[in-house]
């Protein structure tokens, strides 16, 4: 069973921080094992005090979803997900876990050839500068975002780029 390192969590946290310096917004990020437990989490100097848990809530609920199906690859498909079918669902679910349920941008599952091995979440500049931050750190860190060998059902793929689509996502397709 794979696993994700703190040591490599802290690369993603450098990476994270340097392009969020570069776009002059101050982030926390999180990272949580495929349990949805935390692995690290770090706080930018100026981030707002409610962005270490809006980050972590992020990756919860990557990993809790993401667990669940391939129709949930990163944030903004969960997101868009909730809207459609049941806004208040979500609030049901932020509840009962806690508060660890919240989807937005800035969050997505890493995995190592085609096992979950945990998630991260960003947060504290728009849902779009997140998400940008956590492109940019994945690539530096080397982490890939979908499994190595993709199994996905093409009707599933399908319902995943019509709702990038309504969230006025162009810029990704699986």
Request: proline share 6%; with cysteine; aromatic share 8%.
């Amino acid at each position: 069973m794979a696993k994700l390192r703190a040591v490599e969590c802290r690369e993603f946290i450098k990476a994270a921080i340097e392009k969020a310096d570069q776009m002059g917004v101050p982030v926390s990020i999180a990272i949580v094992g495929p349990e949805g437990h935390l692995i690290a989490l770090e706080r930018m100097d100026d981030a707002g005090f409610v962005t270490p848990e809006t980050a972590w809530a992020k990756a919860y609920t990557v990993a809790a979803f993401r667990s669940m199906s391939p129709r949930f690859p990163d944030g903004l498909v969960i997101q868009q997900w909730f809207k459609e079918r049941n806004p208040q669902l979500m609030i049901a679910m932020a509840v009962m876990s806690n508060g660890r349920v919240a989807a937005s941008g800035g969050a997505a599952p890493v995995f190592k050839g085609n096992e979950m091995v945990g998630c991260y979440g960003i947060s504290g500049a728009t849902s779009d500068q997140d998400e940008v931050i956590g492109q940019y750190a994945r690539g530096k860190a080397g982490w890939a975002h979908l499994p190595a060998d993709d199994t996905t059902p093409p009707e599933v793929k399908q319902h995943i780029n019509e709702l990038y689509a309504k969230a006025g996502i162009k810029d990704r397709e699986l």
